[in-house]
C-alpha cells in the first residue's frame, strides 16, 4: 500500500536556526498537505499546496515558513528561525482528490527547538 | 466548518462493539462526515466517510440518522490495538476549503 514517508524522523535545533522538513506524497497525489500538533494539543492545519502553489493558509502559517515542492516526489517546509513554541509533531498529508477528505498522512517528524 | 461535539474519552473490553457518537446540529447542506483515528506519535488516519444513512468499510460502519445533526462511528469487537483518538471532522470538500480542521476528539480505550 502506498504511504507518504517524512524526513528526518526527529529534528532538534537551537533556536533562530533554520530547518527543513521533507515529505515524500503518494506518487499520483495532487493536493499536499502540512499539519502540526504541539504535544497533548489538537492537529492544526498550517498549509495547503497545489498546481505548485500554496492554496490556503492558516494563520500559523507566517513569513516564517515556506513551502516547496523542488521536484516531482519532495514536499518541504521550511522554518527560518525556529522559535521555542514550533516545537511540535509536523505531518504532511496528500490527497488524490480535491472534493474528498480523505487524506493520508506521514508518520510525523518531531521537531525539538531547544 | 459545523461544530462537532464528542465525549472526552471512551472505555471498552476487548471483543465488544464501540459505538461513538458526533453531534454536529448546525451541519450545512452539503457537508459530509469524516472519522479519522489517531495513535500515539502517529499521524491521522482516515476511516471513513458519509453523507446519509448507513456506510460501511472494512474497519467500521458510519450510522447518519435522517436529520444528519449526529453520527455514530462503530467499530465492531475492537482489540487493543484499537485504543486511539477519534476525530468526527463535518465540512464540505467542495470549493476552497480542503484543510481539515481537527477538535479534540474521544480517547478510545480498550481494555483487556
Known amino acids: 500500500e502506498p504511504e507518504v514517508t517524512q524526513t528526518p524522523s526527529h529534528q532538534v535545533t537551537q533556536m533562530g536556526q533554520e530547518v527543513i522538513l521533507r515529505c515524500v506524497p503518494i506518487?499520483?497525489?495532487?493536493?499536499f498537505y502540512w499539519y502540526r500538533q504541539i504535544l497533548g494539543q489538537k492537529v492544526e492545519f498550517l498549509v495547503s499546496f497545489y498546481n505548485n502553489e500554496i492554496s490556503e493558509k492558516s494563520e500559523i502559517f507566517d513569513d516564517q515558513f515556506s513551502v516547496e515542492r523542488p521536484d516531482g516526489s519532495n514536499f518541504t517546509l521550511k522554518i527560518r528561525s525556529t522559535k521555542l513554541e514550533d516545537s511540535a509533531m509536523y505531518f504532511c498529508a496528500s490527497s488524490e482528490n480535491r472534493d474528498s477528505y480523505e487524506q493520508y498522512f506521514g508518520p510525523g517528524t518531531r521537531l525539538t527547538v531547544t | 466548518l459545523a461544530k462537532t461535539t464528542q465525549p472526552i474519552s471512551m472505555d471498552s473490553y476487548e471483543g465488544q462493539e464501540v459505538n461513538i457518537t458526533c453531534s454536529h446540529n448546525n451541519i450545512a447542506t452539503n457537508d459530509y462526515i469524516t472519522w479519522y483515528q489517531q495513535f500515539p506519535s502517529q499521524g491521522p488516519r482516515f476511516i471513513i466517510q458519509g453523507y446519509k444513512t448507513k456506510v460501511t468499510n472494512e474497519v467500521a460502519s458510519l450510522f447518519i440518522p435522517a436529520d444528519r445533526k449526529s453520527s455514530t462511528l462503530s467499530l465492531p469487537r475492537v482489540s487493543l490495538s484499537d485504543t486511539a483518538v477519534y476525530y468526527c471532522?463535518?465540512?464540505?470538500?467542495?470549493?476552497?476549503?480542503?484543510?481539515?480542521?481537527f477538535g479534540s476528539g474521544t480517547q478510545l480505550t480498550v481494555l483487556p
Open positions: 506518487s499520483n497525489h495532487l493536493y
Open positions: 471532522l463535518v465540512g464540505s470538500p467542495s470549493g476552497s476549503a480542503r484543510q481539515l480542521t
